[in-house]
């Protein structure tokens, strides 16, 4: 088997990349990801991944492409459904191009990891893909080490991103975290998902705006949370 794995970052790709070989399948990485910015962070996260390709001896193609205008043009008007219409399309067909026109007859992709990703969606698109270019889709449920790896990471020193990629996860991470700072002030401790689903619930056209959210939030938890 030759495997391609499309790899977001070297947190997400700790794990694959051990219960691969534990399966004596040695991935070659794949780094495609012009949806992470601004440049700042998505430097941080490749070069974080070239080192620890060096590190554990694991072979790294890199497609170098930061794509802030790009991507920002493509998405304007889809903000809400990005991932699906135009982010995990652009970064997975790409992945699937490289590997027809190199010889790889597997692929998957460290997607599949993050316990925070569309993941039926993405097992979905790669089933639709690898029919297409008749390559195997190499499907398996990464997040069931989600805790190893994310422990592995740290404890490897590895650079630990915030948020997903894109500007707007940023913008719905920086918020969720704020609003969970504040409620864990106030003696709640809320879990990620609670804070997501309110996020998700008080966009706007797509858009997050914080005086509807922290309304939102107050309501949800029956007192002033934020002030
Ligand atoms: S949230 Fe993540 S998957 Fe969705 S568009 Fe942004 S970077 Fe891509």
């Known amino acids: 088997m030759k495997l391609l794995l499309h790899t977001?970052?070297?947190?997400?790709?700790?794990y694959c990349i051990k219960s691969?070989?534990?399966?004596?399948?040695?991935?070659?990485?794949?780094?495609y990801n012009p949806n992470i910015h601004p440049y700042a962070e998505y430097k941080a996260r490749r070069d974080c991944l070239v080192d620890y390709a060096k590190q554990k001896d694991v072979k790294l193609i890199l497609e170098d492409a930061y794509g802030l205008d790009e991507f920002c043009k493509n998405v304007i008007d889809k903000i809400t459904t990005r991932c699906q219409e135009y982010c995990y399309p652009k970064r997975l067909r790409q992945a699937f191009e490289y590997a027809k026109q190199n010889g790889y007859d597997t692929i998957s992709t460290t997607l599949l990891y993050s316990?925070?990703?569309?993941?039926?969606?993405?097992?979905?698109?790669?089933?639709?893909?690898?029919e297409e270019y008749d390559i195997e889709f190499l499907y398996r449920d990464f997040r069931k080490g989600w805790q190893e790896g994310q422990d592995e990471a740290r404890a490897a020193g590895?650079?630990?991103?915030?948020?997903c990629g894109c500007v707007f996860s940023e913008e719905e991470s920086g918020i969720g975290r704020e609003i969970g700072r504040k409620m864990k002030k106030q003696g709640i401790s809320p879990t990620n998902a609670n804070v997501r689903?309110?996020?998700?619930?008080?966009?706007?056209?797509?858009?997050?705006v914080p005086g509807i959210v922290k309304?939102?939030?107050?309501?949800?938890f029956g007192e002033e949370i934020i002030d």
Request: proline residues 3%.
């Open 8 to 14: 977001c970052c070297a947190p997400c790709s700790v």
């Open 158 to 163: 590895l650079y630990m991103q915030k948020y």
């Open 197 to 208: 689903k309110i996020i998700e619930e008080c966009k706007v056209d797509g858009i997050i």
């Open 115 to 130: 316990i925070y990703q569309k993941h039926d969606f993405i097992a979905e698109l790669m089933d639709k893909y690898a």
């Open 20 to 31: 691969l070989r534990e399966e004596n399948i040695e991935p070659t990485l794949y780094w």
């Open 215 to 220: 309304g939102a939030v107050n309501e949800a």
